[in-house]
Each structure stands twice: as C-alpha cells, then as structure tokens.
C-alpha cells in the first residue's frame, strides 16, 4: 500500500480457517459485503491462493468484487485480469492452486475422516462455543452464552442484522474481539455442532461432544 501510494482501510482475515469452504469464511463474507458500499476501490492479497483454493471459487469472488466496482490485484501475480490474454493466467493459477489443495487433501483427509466418522472433532479450529480437547469438543461457557442468545433471537424471528447488532449492543464479541456482523451470525447459525454432530467432507456426521442447544 505504501509503495503504490495506497490507503489502508482494513484488513480481513479467517485465521485458521480452510479456503475450501467459501461458507465457513466469515471474513471473506463480510468483505464481499463491504464490496457493495464503494467505500474501497481495491482488494489486495499476498496470493491468489490466499483468498481461495479452488479455480471456480476464485473466477466467482473476481467477478462479485468486479460488479461492485472493485479491483482484485495480487501482490505475488500482479495481473490485470481484464486483459483477455492475463485473464488466462488467472484461471490457470488457480487451476493449479485447486490442484494443490487436493494434493495435501488427498495426504490428510484419510486419518482425520476416520476420526470425524467415530464422532471425534478431526481438527483446525473449534466451532465458535466450544474448545478442542483432546480430539473432542468440549463447551465453552463463555462463547456458549452467546450462541445460545443468538438462536433465542431466530426464534423470535429477528434478521441476520439484527441479532448482530444485538449482540453487539450487548457487549458480546466474537473470539478475536471483534462485532459481529451478519455473515458470522450466519455461519453460527447453521453450524451443526451445536446440536451435536460435525460437518467434514461436505457431510455432516453424528458426533460425541455435548449438546450445546436443547
């Protein structure tokens, strides 16, 4: 940003979240979001596959961030993906980013289904409302509080927005100490760890950990 003279306005991030799953990406939700205000003109990665591993996902966040108005630009593969010939490197360096990731899927995936399929947490971060304790989920009190509070206000039919800005309003944040925002209220809403059972590999499985909701 310095160096091409550039205003830093905010940085997003899912640390220690998986770029296969653009669903499980809050941050990549609320940055699409924030897309269509016109507050930033341009969105900046280290890589490409930094903001996704899959070629299809890739193209599809180019072209949302281009119908708001708003550059992709790599600082690894400085393109400009509107010319017809540098687009084709878009998709191949995506291509082999996708490739990549079924690599090192291919060498991990194994063990850690196994342990999804007996009911055990497989790995990488808990679900917001829970700990990772010895390849099992075990309730946190704390992040449990506000789950519990956010499902209360579904029930009484209350938006996205909403709940966000209640939860906020009411002095909860999420786990980095951040508001909440109605793409996190979305993804806690639809995780199924709460009622006891863990989604891996695009399938969601019984699990053994407590139930977080009755």
């Known amino acids: ?98 490739y990549e990731k079924s690599r090192i899927v291919a060498r991990l995936s194994a063990g850690r289904l196994k342990t999804a399929m007996n009911g055990n947490w497989p790995g990488g971060k808990a679900p917001f409302g829970f700990s990772a304790r010895d390849k099992k989920l075990v309730i946190n009190e704390r992040e449990a509080a506000i789950v519990r509070r956010a499902f209360r206000l579904k029930m009484g039919r209350h938006s996205l927005r909403s709940i966000a800005s209640t939860l906020n309003a009411e002095g909860y944040r999420s786990r980095n100490g951040k508001p909440f925002h109605p793409s996190t209220v979305r993804y806690l809403l639809k995780n199924p760890a709460y009622k006891s059972a863990l989604r891996f590999a695009g399938e969601t499985r019984p699990a053994k950990h407590a139930r977080l909701l009755a």
């Open 1 to 98: 940003c310095k160096e091409q003279k550039l205003e830093l306005l905010r940085i997003y991030e899912d640390p220690g979240i998986s770029g296969a799953e653009l669903q499980n990406r809050p941050a990549l939700l609320q940055l699409l979001e924030d897309a269509k205000s016109g507050h930033f003109k341009r969105v900046l990665v280290a890589k490409l596959d930094r903001l996704a591993r899959d070629t299809f996902a890739t193209l599809w966040i180019e072209k949302e961030l281009k119908k708001c108005g708003v550059e992709l630009y790599s600082i690894a593969e400085p393109y400009r993906w509107e010319d017809p010939a540098q687009r084709i490197f878009l998709t191949l360096i995506s291509a082999f980013a996708m």
